[in-house]
């Protein structure tokens, strides 16, 4: 006979920042059993900017989709505060100090955000 349980409490997903090891290119990721949306919006005190899906890797119970963060949201997010990404109606801060360890922002407008 099998058991079948109802999990005690719904799990809220993860928001993660990471730098992929493979492009250099900081992604924000959503991890959890949630369906990933297509598109996800980082807002902040003087405005937003939407992320585009850019890779899913999808499991049993926990999906990981990353949305590339290009050098003018780290800025953005970086320069102001109170940013957040609202995800299944919560908004999840995104905190400054730690956008800086892994979206580095280039000195010169015109060069590379990698390091």
Known sequence: MEEIRAPVR???P??????????????????????PPRTILISCARGSRSLALST?????RWN???YDVDEGVARMVRDERGCHVRLAGVA???LAELVAMVCPVSSDRGGDARR
């Open 56 to 60: 899913l890797v999808s499991g049993r």
């Open 92 to 94: 999840v801060p995104l």
């Open 10 to 12: 719904q799990h809220q």
């Open 64 to 66: 990981v989709a990353s």
């Open 14 to 35: 993860e928001v993660r920042l990471t730098t992929s090891e493979t492009s250099g290119v900081p992604p924000v990721q959503i991890a959890g059993d949630v369906a």
